[in-house]
């Protein structure tokens, strides 16, 4: 028997209307709330929640000495499709190079990273 039930995934952030807005056009959703906490529930899928953080620092990926400390993956159908759409809404290639994989890393606005998989 459980304890308790997972609740939406949080990510702290410096703006979380912007960052909200960027995940609901890679996912879909509807973006709920505005100022210090914004919610997006996605259709089928686990919410995701965005924290105003007084002094965000983004995490560096990759960096052995300072974790990532987690990562959202985004599972696509095509990686260059879904690349090109994620780049043309402001997230940074960290480690997408090598196209014989069927993964790919990026940052989002924030920073946070995150991997597209046609796994």
């Known amino acids: ?39 997006l529930k996605v259709p089928g899928g686990q919410s995701l929640a965005f924290q105003a953080a007084t002094g965000f620092v983004a ?27 994620v780049l043309a809404l402001g997230a940074k290639p960290l480690d997408a190079a090598d196209r014989s994989r069927t993964w790919r890393v990026y940052a989002d606005p924030a920073g946070h990273p995150f991997c597209l998989c046609a796994c």
């Open 1 to 39: 028997m459980a304890l308790a039930e997972l609740g939406p995934v949080v990510l702290d952030c410096p703006d979380p209307g912007a960052l909200a807005a960027f995940y609901a056009e890679v996912l879909g959703g509807t973006v709920e709330g505005e100022g210090d906490w914004v919610d």
């Open 59 to 85: 995490p560096d990926w990759p960096a052995p000495d300072r974790s990532q400390q987690f990562h959202l993956d985004l599972t696509v159908e095509d990686l260059d499709v879904a690349e090109a759409g």
